[in-house]
């Protein structure tokens, strides 16, 4: 060490020095990784990495650069955090209503999506500290990504019960199929998404393999698209048609509680879907430049498009469930399926007045249990 001048900012290129504990540092350019304090000093920015540092894997946020961790930000644990509370008291919320109404397959459906939501953004409160770890970055793009799929399905098995329960005759589609047309466009949304997601993040694989995974969740991701623009146009047509023939028969202007709930319901359902379209455009766009462009490592956009859209939709679904527009037995008794018995006669009421034999045919609403 005879000969070797104290450390001092700031450093220079390829020049060893000795720090303050004895130990010399040599300071070398390799491939971009960024010394930032060594015994308790800040260095400048640089592309420098120290002469014990054999490998990324020993990085720390203190003495890496974030060009090689998984984001080029550190996600803020205390905004994260609260989005993990927010999503888990919807989610205490709606194991409540499903206790309470039994709606199994809507409650299944949306907890299923909010314990993602809650595990992802756990994994990035903990990416605080290990932003060199693919593991809870992994976990946290792939509950992300693919908790609205289970959203979505709770909104398209809603919708058949709601055809049922107002007549399939104002529906293009039977219940029938939209459940089996839109799930299964769900489930290709889902692999899609997931497989790319574990593709993408596996740094042994080559750069074209790893954009291979992106390209296949923005297939995911636009195939989910096209799928909630399609409902969306079907549900409107549907809600059109139901809303005309309350028309025709003179209960549009009605003001009864069962009116009430079901135009709060109408409501939060068109505006769920709306904010998870939104959150699933924001997340095309974010892709379609890989992880390493700009709009995936904007944390504000992030935590507005995709988190705050999902806390607005969620919080709607949690707000105003369809237990809320249907009790019990109507919900059980709005499901599609097969009769048992082809002489069985299944009918469920209106929600707002029950049919009798002198009910015109028109207006009564006829169903087979699931």
Known sequence: ????????????????????????????????????????????????LASNLTSTAQCTIDLCSLKYASLDYVPNAGSNFLFAIIFAFFLLTQLVFWVWRRTHSFSFAVS??????????????????NMFSSTP?????????????????????TLSRVIMHYGPHNSRLTPKTYTITFMCSDFIALVLQSAGGGIADQGTLSPSARNGGVHLMVAGLSFQV????????????????????????????????????????????????FFILVRSLFRVAELAHGFGGKLANDQVTFMILEGGMMILASGLLTAFPPGQFMSREEWKNSG???????????STTSLEK????TTPESERVHTVPM
Request: charged share 15%.
């Open 1 to 48: 060490m005879d000969g070797l001048s104290p450390c001092a900012l700031p450093l220079q290129y390829n020049v060893p020095c000795i720090a303050p504990t004895g130990n010399v540092y040599n300071l070398t350019e390799v491939n971009g990784i960024n010394i930032t304090q060594i015994n308790g000093d800040v260095y400048p920015a640089g592309l420098w």
């Open 336 to 346: 599609w399926g097969y009769k048992k018995n082809a002489g069985e006669n299944t």
């Open 112 to 129: 299923c999506g909010l314990i993602l939501e809650v595990l992802g953004y756990l994994a990035r409160v903990i990416m605080k500290n």
């Open 226 to 273: 096209l799928s909630i623009l399609i409902f969306i146009g079907l549900c409107a047509k549907f809600f059109w048609r139901v809303k005309k023939e309350r028309q025709q028969t003179g209960r549009a202007g009605s003001r009864d509680a069962a009116s009430r709930h079901y135009k709060l319901f109408i409501f939060a359902f068109t505006l769920a879907t």
């Open 137 to 157: 970055f992994l976990i946290q793009i792939i509950c992300l990504t693919i908790a609205p799929v289970f959203f979505t399905a709770g909104l398209y098995l």
């Open 354 to 357: 029950p049919w009798s034999d």
